[in-house]
């Protein structure tokens, strides 16, 4: 794809207007349609700022550099040891803050990563079997999707997976280069039961979603809440996501 291309991919995904974004940034539209239709190159410090307005994952913006004819900033490169390490101390200084509820770590391709205590007994409880025991990475989309696992558990099933639908979708337009995400949708997309009008979903809130849990004995609800972290220059940790499930009473 073109220098073009992209800007207007993720002028896309940020809902913006041509105009908004010449606004946001005090240039010209006719600048940025120049831009758009590759008919002019931005400078350095143009790309950089389109960026920032445009939200552009740090993991996404050395594809624009290089569209640009510009070097790729290492600091958005492949994890390093000492990018595993901040990694590392990222998610347990999260886990011990919130050590008193269920808590998943999924990084971009929804792969469960790490997990608290809480967390364990929670998917341990309501599917009978330990998930997150073996060696092998969990799925949290297969998860969700897969029937005989999580599905005959959440008595609003159709909700968790709409609003599930509807965060993927806000997923895909971060992830545009991920092979592997794509590779997870495929599979979801041809499990039995998954409506087609899902193609298209509805806008929803991709930061909460709500899980009603059929025990047998009685029912739990949770509120999810996303969790995302990310800082100028650090996109080793752009892709890591926190679910933390708060008991509510319904």
């Known amino acids: 794809m073109t220098l073009g291309g992209l800007l207007r991919h993720w002028r896309a995904v940020a809902q913006m207007s041509q105009l908004d974004l010449a606004l946001e940034l005090g240039a010209s539209a006719r600048h940025l349609s120049f831009l758009e239709s590759d008919k002019a190159r931005p400078s350095e410090t143009m790309l950089h700022a389109i960026s920032e307005v445009l939200d552009v994952p740090l993991s996404e913006r050395n594809t624009l550099r290089l569209a640009a004819s ?9 994890s390093r040891p000492e990018d595993r390490g901040r990694i590392r101390q990222v998610i347990d200084q999260v886990k011990r803050a919130h050590q008193d509820v269920p808590l ?10 790490d997990a608290n ?8 409880q309501a599917t009978g079997r330990d998930l997150l025991a073996g060696d092998s990475y969990v799925n949290v989309l297969e998860l969700i999707f897969t029937p005989g696992i999580l599905r005959e558990r959440l008595t609003n099933w159709e909700d968790v997976a709409d609003a599930t639908v509807c965060h993927v979708h806000h997923e895909i337009g971060m992830a545009m280069d991920n092979p ?29 979603t709500r899980y009603i849990f059929d025990f047998g004995g009685g029912r739990r609800s949770f509120d999810s809440i996303l969790i995302s972290l990310g800082a100028p220059y650090e996109a080793v940790l752009n892709g890591i996501r926190f679910d933390t499930f708060h008991a509510v009473s319904v």
């Open 117 to 124: 205590e809480a967390a364990r007994m929670l998917l341990s």
């Open 104 to 113: 998943l770590v999924k990084d971009q391709i929804w792969d469960i990563i």
């Open 180 to 208: 592997a995400f794509q590779a997870v949708l495929d599979r979801v997309a041809l499990m039995p039961g998954f409506p087609e009008r899902w193609a298209n979903p509805r806008k929803g809130d991709i930061y909460s």
């Open 70 to 78: 510009f070097r790729p900033r290492p600091d958005a490169g492949p």
